[in-house]
């Protein structure tokens, strides 16, 4: 697998994960308890920087995306 192909695919699973909670509380009427809130930024974030990381080569941005996600994974494993 290509550089491009597992970048989307992390970007791709964080914008999934961030729509299906907007899907849950504005379609399904669930409100978010304050860490579900929490979890939300590190996937915005590591949205925006695969969408940056697409643009610039090296492995900095890639490893500042997988820092993003694995901030929401912690916030997971304590709520």
Do not use: D, E, N
Not at 51 to 77: I, Q, Y
Request: glycine share 12%; charged share 5%.
């Amino acid at each position: 697998m290509t550089r491009t192909l597992w970048i989307l695919l992390a970007a791709g699973g964080s914008l999934a994960l961030l729509l299906g909670a907007f899907a849950f509380q504005h379609l399904g009427g669930l409100a978010p308890c304050k860490l579900c809130l929490w979890q939300r930024w590190p996937h915005a974030i590591a949205v925006v920087i695969g969408l940056a990381a697409l643009a610039v080569p090296g492995r900095a941005l890639p490893c500042l995306g997988a820092l993003a996600a694995l901030t929401t994974a912690v916030f997971g494993l304590y709520h």
